[in-house]
């Protein structure tokens, strides 16, 4: 890094450290947020995932934006086999009875999803992510702040763990039986459970980008509905103004 200045070990505490604009590889950055993909398939179940490894994602994850509570997340790891196999039992009822809900016709799970329900109980690690209190039924706005102060971390996770060559499913079926999964794993009451991710090595996955649609089909401009026109010289983005004191 410039000056001689390197980057903290992970969980300790660098107010000073600041990583210059020019220390950060865009495409690097990209290419993990472009081939996060959920692996269901080319793990490596026989192989332990390292404690130190995990603590050392959720310690990226955790610098996600928060809002309402603060640091409320709190990240349940699972390693043993008997609540490994708790949980996969739960997610096979719950995917069970999503399957028995869709409509005569519908489609169902793909054949990937099935499978890696059958062997959930052989992954080497499952994470839970929860939060510490629950959101406000009577209000949408504290709902999205709620759940917009874990999911953050959640994703920030996955992505972490993508980078540290670990493959995670995004996964929230196992919510059907949350009650269940909250006293087969101790989860007091007023903890909220949110995403679950399935974790492990993996064996050769290739995972490329999504094809999704660009941004200039997805995006508006100051009016919903309104779509930029590149060959207006008056549509294209302002240039940044100055940032209010103490802006970061």
Known sequence: MAGGTNPPEPGAERADFVAPDAAVDTEAVDWVLRTTRSVRRRIDWDRPV????????????????????????????????????????LYRKSLAAWRAARPDGADGPKATVVTHAERLGEMPALILVCSEGEP?????ALQVAFFGSV????????LALRARGLGATWTTLHLLQEQEAARALGIPDGVT???LLPVGHTLGARLR???????????????WGALRDPTRADSRTPPRGPRPDGAD
């Open 193 to 195: 459970q949110t995403v």
């Open 209 to 223: 980008p999504a094809v999704r649609r660009p941004a200039r089909e997805v995006t508006y401009w100051n009016r």
């Open 50 to 89: 390292d404690p130190a490894l995990i603590e050392s994602a959720i310690d990226s994850a955790v610098q996600a934006p928060t809002g309402v509570g603060g640091e409320r997340w709190r990240f349940l790891v699972l390693t043993d086999p008997a609540p490994k196999a708790a949980v996969a039992g």
């Open 136 to 140: 406000d039924p009577a209000s949408r």
């Open 151 to 158: 999911l953050p971390a959640a994703w920030s996770l996955m």
